[in-house]
């Protein structure tokens, strides 16, 4: 399991490569949340999205032979992009499985980073983690997962290091911290370095109505999966259950988890560009959306929400610039 003292390997290991993230705010989100509303912009992390934290912490804590044969990781898009960049600054071969109906543009930059790209049919229910496991055991490579897997969960636990530092450095001796969940990588990596580095910050995993797994599973005691396909707007958070891996530290460690419309999200992109300039995709924006929306279900005082991604199409978010609130 993931622990404080893996998290704080994982940052020795980062230091000089992976970026500390600013913590942003705006008095316009404020007024609209009703309360302080911080933002932590992992928007500009290599790759665009927080994954790259996690694609260095793996691939930094193998040993060379295993380096030398090369990873292979299935994703929809972030995590694919921060192994394939991670692999490319260590000289390392890199395979990375991801769906069909991937934004193109994550599709093309996990290409650019010289990874090789193998696509499935998530829609028709092709399994990724067969075919994952097939071609490592084929190839003799290490299957790097994008959620359940310690030294990725320590390597996003950098991000809540930075979190706690951040939040003091702010004058906030108490939050709730909102992250956008799909396995649960982030949120138990976050919760763990909170947990040890500053307790009073309580961490509420967000999803996307439909896909709100994490949120019945801790309801419920146990790993609730969804039953549907893994599409929908909210693309880069679309998982079928939290991990064997991670729901143990969620259930531990975090408070219930809320839900959020895509109507919703696409407001929380719409203020993200317009209060921010900052490129939020979908995924990257279920946080936000809860901070802003769903404020009756959050204890009373300031938020801190993860802005977890940027890598959208350009049409897409430019129709969604084009709506009204």
Request: glycine share 12%.
């Amino acid at each position: 399991m993931t622990d404080i003292a893996a998290i704080q390997a994982a940052a020795a290991r980062a230091q000089g490569v992976v970026r500390r993230t600013p913590l942003l705010s705006s008095p316009f989100l404020d007024a609209i949340a009703g309360r302080p509303v911080y933002l932590k912009a992992e928007v500009l992390q290599h790759t665009g999205s927080f994954k790259f934290r996690g694609g260095w912490s793996a691939l930094t804590g193998l040993p060379q032979d295993a380096r030398a044969r090369g990873v292979i990781a299935f994703s929809s898009g972030n995590h694919a992009q921060g192994v394939a960049r991670a692999a490319q600054i260590l000289g390392m071969p890199a395979t990375i499985l991801m769906p069909a109906d991937a934004p193109r543009l994550k599709i093309a930059n996990t290409r650019a980073m010289g990874a090789e790209v193998v696509l499935y049919d998530r829609a028709r229910g092709e399994d990724r983690e067969a075919i994952g496991a097939r071609l490592a055991a084929e190839r003799g490579l290490t299957l790097v997962r994008p959620y359940d897997e310690p030294l990725v969960i320590a390597g996003q636990g950098t991000c809540g290091l930075e979190i706690a530092e951040q939040a003091a450095e702010a004058g906030l001796d108490a939050a709730t911290v909102l992250t956008c969940c799909g396995g649960g990588g982030l949120t138990a990596g976050i919760a763990t370095a909170l947990a040890a580095r500053a307790p009073a910050l309580q961490v509420r995993p967000v999803e996307p109505e439909g896909f709100d797994d994490v949120a019945r599973s801790l309801a419920a005691g146990a790993i609730t999966p969804n039953t549907g396909p893994e599409a929908g707007f909210c693309d880069a958070v679309l998982t079928r259950a939290p991990g064997q891996v991670t729901f143990p530290i969620l259930h531990a460690l975090c408070g219930p988890g809320l839900v959020v419309t895509d109507a919703q999200v696409r407001a929380a992109m719409r203020h993200a560009f317009s209060r921010l300039k900052l490129v939020v995709e979908p995924g990257g924006a279920v946080a936000l959306a809860a901070a802003l929306f769903h404020g009756d279900l959050i204890a009373p005082g300031p938020v801190i929400a993860t802005l977890s991604g940027g890598n959208v199409d350009a049409g897409l978010f430019a129709g969604v610039l084009a709506e009204t609130d």
